[in-house]
């Protein structure tokens, strides 16, 4: 594998503007990057506000830093399965959708859904797929791939069991999946299971390490990245992977520390040379 496949996230500067974020990334060597369009939380682009020239200046941005953008990392925080999902994820998927095109990435990743309880999950899985697989034909025909994270902790995906059950329901031609090692561990089940029942709708990766203490930096909890690299390898996945770190209140200096710690460790698991 190419060592340059493995990209990071602008959620893991998610404190600081776009143009800081990017900066930060490159800086580390990074040729990959994940967009976070996620409203409140990691706002680095509202898709229903951006016009052509801050497009324009975001790509110019991007190109000046050699780097390409592997994924859109989009939600408004309305869940597709909420009463205002439809007025007010709905608009802010698609207007993600012109986003991803103009700045040149292939991947669009959305949230699958808020958790419910036993007796609801069907009815709400079902709500939720027709209107993921409606929001799939329409990145379909601009050329986009629509992929859900699934399983995700507090959503409809939370256990692996339901995110399965999920990604069988919804139509492989339209929605793919992205997976990430931190809920993957979260979810309490084993990366090679999780391969076996997804095959090739995997679409994009997110790492991110999960242990007793919760969300970690890559080597410092418990899941096996070797079994994931050699079993998508196995798989042909030729997609990017995106180190997705979150804190609760860190400085520049110890995202930043914990970010080249992460790359060094991935670097081994991959069995590729460190640069």
Request: hydrophobic share 40%; net charge negative; charged share 20%.
């Amino acid at each position: 594998m190419n060592p340059s496949r493995i990209g990071c996230s602008t959620i893991t500067y998610r404190k600081l503007t776009l143009e800081q974020a990017l900066e930060q990334i490159a800086s580390h060597g990074f040729q990959r990057v994940d967009l976070g369009m996620i409203d409140k939380f990691c706002p680095h682009i509202n898709p229903l506000e951006v016009d052509e020239a801050g497009l324009s200046q975001i790509a110019e941005k991007l190109k000046q830093l050699n780097l390409q953008v592997s994924s859109c990392n989009t939600w408004s925080l309305a869940h597709l399965n909420d009463p205002n999902g439809l007025q007010v994820e709905f608009p802010y998927l698609l207007a993600s959708f012109k986003v991803a095109q103009q700045l040149g990435t292939k991947v669009v990743t959305v949230q699958p859904g808020r958790k419910v309880e036993a007796s609801q999950w069907q009815l709400q899985a079902q709500q939720v797929v027709s209107l993921l697989e409606q929001l799939g034909q329409v990145a379909d025909s601009m050329g986009l791939r629509l992929a859900i994270e699934a399983p995700h902790k507090g959503t409809l995906a939370e256990e692996f069991e339901n995110a399965a059950r999920l990604v069988r329901m919804l139509n492989s031609d339209l929605v793919g999946v992205v997976i990430d090692s931190s809920h993957i561990q979260s979810a309490g089940v084993h990366v090679q299971e999780v391969l076996s029942a997804y095959g090739d709708r995997v679409h994009h990766v997110h790492l991110r390490d999960y242990g007793s203490h919760g969300f970690a930096t890559p080597g410092d909890g418990d899941f096996e990245f070797a079994a994931l690299f050699n079993g998508l390898d196995a798989l042909g996945y030729n997609g990017d992977f995106n180190l997705e770190l979150e804190f609760p209140e860190p400085t520049l200096e110890e995202i930043n520390r914990e970010v080249g710690r992460a790359l060094a460790f991935l670097h081994k698991e991959a069995s590729w040379p460190i640069k």
